[in-house]
């Protein structure tokens, strides 16, 4: 089965620092690699598919790279709106389904 | 606009069972697949499975095999997911998710993604 890690696991920042996230697939996934962001209470919303493609709506400080095993979510310039928590999702390969990372909470410094 | 919303809070007992809907609004309910995803508290994401709405066919996460039955009525454009056997380590928030695929025409390669997700369903089991 393919398992997914982030890292890190949570970070501090502040307002108008650049942030990445990784997340790493256990075997090469393509660009089979989504991200969402989650606000507490709120469902996870779609951020970047196919690894590299920003969601119709989504603002462009958010960007995604990668390829294989080695995938990045970045924020150009976090805003106050972005304190949230971050999943990527595999979709290559099903079974096992779907997984998704263990997340990578954003919060304030 | 696209839009899934969810049946209300459930509490159950171990041992019974829990039904949550999932209703669609803003697009046509058989052309795409209907995916359902569990967040335990303080947890991550957990893909549960998924049902395609035109054909009733079901792909389920070997986790659950067994004990969760997805199905869907498409007279009310709403899917259903029923999970049996309830422990106190189902407590979660349940939700449902529609799937997008897009396939490459030079490839052939099909990428998936969810979009939208339902508001969640919490559902506490509890004796």
Redesign the interface.
């Known amino acids: 089965d393919i398992q997914m890690t982030q890292s890190p696991s949570s970070l501090s920042a502040s307002v108008g620092d650049r942030v990445t996230i990784t997340c790493r697939a256990s075997q090469s996934i393509?660009?089979?690699l989504?991200w969402?962001q989650?606000k507490p209470g709120k469902?996870?919303?779609?951020l970047i598919?196919?690894a590299s493609s920003l969601?119709s709506g989504v603002p462009s400080r958010f960007s995604g790279s990668g390829s294989g095993t080695d995938f990045t979510l970045t924020i150009s310039s976090l805003q106050p709106e972005d304190f949230a928590t971050y999943?990527c999702?595999q979709?290559y390969s099903?079974?096992?389904?779907?997984?998704?990372?263990?997340?990578t909470k954003v919060d304030i410094k | 606009q696209v839009q899934l919303v969810q049946s209300g809070a459930e509490v159950k007992k171990p041992g019974a069972s829990v039904k949550v809907s999932c209703k669609a609004s803003g697009y046509t309910f058989t052309g795409y697949y209907m995916h359902w995803v569990r967040q335990a508290p303080g947890q991550g994401l957990e893909w549960m499975g998924w049902i395609n709405p035109n054909s009733g066919g079901t792909n389920y996460a070997q986790k659950f095999q067994g004990r969760v039955t997805m199905t869907r009525d498409t007279s009310i454009s709403t899917a259903y997911m029923e999970l049996s056997r309830l422990r106190s380590d189902d407590t979660a928030v349940y939700y449902c998710a529609r799937d997008i695929v897009v396939v490459v025409a030079a490839t052939l390669e099909g990428y998936n993604w969810f979009d939208p997700w339902g508001q969640g369903t919490l559902v506490t089991v509890s004796s």
Do not use: E, I, R, V
Not at chain 1, 43 to 46: F, M, R, T
Not at chain 1, 94 to 103: K, S
């Open positions: 393509s660009s089979y989504n969402y989650q469902a996870p919303k779609l598919y196919a969601q999943y999702q979709s099903t079974p096992p389904g779907f997984t998704f990372g263990p997340g």
